[in-house]
């Protein structure tokens, strides 16, 4: 892809679409589409509305979903026992008694 310009209109055109500046400032211009990208690089396919409306990053968003569906896991297996200090591991011959 050739070095977008501004054309006589005074805007972007980048694959058809016309933006007011190459790289905006925030997410939120990236979001609206007056940018076409932010300062790190992420562009509007790159970016997501999370459940509490905050514009993040795809591919963090879903990394961070499987690594805590991970730590769910690995927390399933450990509980506290009257007595003993900190976590303990669940059902082994040892914490049985």
Do not use: C
């Not at 569906?69 to 059902?91: D, H, M, P, S, V």
């Amino acid at each position: 892809m050739k070095r977008p310009v501004r054309h006589e209109d005074g805007l972007y055109h980048v694959n058809g679409k016309k933006y007011k500046t190459l790289i905006g400032s925030s997410r939120k211009q990236v979001w609206n589409g007056t940018a076409y990208k932010t300062p790190g690089g992420l562009t509007k396919d790159d970016l997501f509305l999370n459940k509490r409306q905050r514009i993040v990053s795809l591919k963090k968003h879903r990394l961070s979903k499987k690594e805590h569906k991970q730590n769910k896991r690995l927390f399933a297996q450990y509980t506290a026992k009257k007595g003993k200090f900190g976590a303990i591991k669940k059902n082994t011959r040892k914490n049985r008694k």
